[in-house]
């Protein structure tokens, strides 16, 4: 068995053909055939099997396309590590995140960390909360960003902020109501949610009924962003979270209403990652501008964080911005 075999066998897969992939591989199809017939017989089972114009994992070859992916990352991060030192400050690094924190939190962190290590690219991926995880949990992400605390045997979960959750209406028809809303009158409003099934969704819907509120949905999206656009143009109110109407709220665009009858409402953004990292001092400089960013208390990192902290003097990039923070005191 060679890693090629493995790259073409990921690649049929994910293609769904024999003749996709030896495309993409710039492989004639023989050849892509004879290495998957190498790879069958290396295990001695049947990987593959064709259904019509497409090809069907069997049980072993599932087992195997999972172990697979893992190797082609664990090959990609190798060769990363190996840059690292001959190329010190360069490299790549992948971030995952759910949209919500993807487009409204991360830029400004990531401008942080691009203007202090220009030379480390990052690749952001966007995608759901069980995307993400699932990401960290294969190291094909250094890191996640996701909008609940993860508690998961292989993964570390830091909480970097608490997002309130807000009660935004037109300005217009913001001047037309009380500055406090009474749960009563909270339950004639048009709503503006989030689409179901998600667990913004699930969070809101189950808030409102433990306060005797069946909310009346005018309409659903799967974007906070339409959801906002919607509740501008005055066709409802919408509960949206702050990193999401921050700057409407600053420019005027969108008003907050409070309801005193509802507690305080907020979710926690985290930062997660494998409990066992790659510990490259790209991995290093990105967690020190988050944790930096969103003044992370020093005992919530990761421990082995400090272990490498305490060889600094091995990190490639000597010369940049020195870590701000101290180890937690024991």
């Known amino acids: 068995m060679v890693l090629s075999h493995l790259k073409t ?115 952001v991926h966007i995608g759901e909360i069980q995307e993400t995880l699932d990401g960290v949990i294969r190291q094909d992400l250094a890191v996640g960003l996701v909008t609940i605390p993860i508690i998961h045997p292989q993964v570390d979960s830091v909480p970097l902020f608490q997002d309130t959750v807000r ?44 306060h005797g509120i069946i909310p009346h949905v005018l309409m659903e999206f799967n974007s906070h962003d339409l959801v906002k656009s919607m509740v501008k143009v005055g066709l409802g109110v919408a509960f949206v979270p702050d990193s999401v109407v921050a700057e409407d709220l600053a420019s005027g665009t969108l008003s907050a209403i409070d309801v005193p009858g509802l507690p305080p409402l907020a979710r926690t953004t985290s930062l997660i990652l494998s409990k066992d990292p790659p510990r490259t001092g790209g991995l290093m400089a990105l967690l020190t501008t988050f944790f930096d960013h969103y003044q992370v208390e020093s005992r919530l990192w990761p421990a082995w964080y400090w272990e490498t902290r305490a060889e600094e003097s091995a990190l490639p990039w000597s010369g940049q911005p020195a870590y701000s923070r101290k180890p937690p005191t024991v």
């Open 167 to 210: 009660l935004v209406v037109n300005p217009d028809r913001a001047r037309k109501m009380p500055r406090q809303l009474s749960l009563e009158e909270l339950a004639h409003m048009d709503f503006i949610s989030y689409q179901t099934p998600s667990r913004f969704r699930a969070f809101m819907d189950g808030m409102l009924e433990q």
């Open 9 to 123: 066998f990921v690649r049929i897969v994910d293609a769904g053909s024999l003749t996709r992939a030896a495309e993409q591989l710039s492989l004639t199809q023989p050849a892509v055939t004879k290495q998957l017939a190498a790879l069958e017989e290396e295990f001695g089972t049947r990987l593959l099997i064709r259904q019509g114009r497409r090809m069907r994992l069997t049980p072993s070859g599932e087992v195997l396309y999972h172990y697979a992916k893992r190797i082609q990352s664990l090959v990609e991060q190798a060769y990363e590590a190996v840059n690292e030192v001959e190329r010190p400050g360069q490299g790549e690094i992948d971030v995952g995140a759910v949209s919500t924190v993807a487009v409204f939190s991360l830029p400004k962190v990531l401008a942080v960390f691009t203007r202090n290590f220009p030379k480390l690219r990052v690749r």
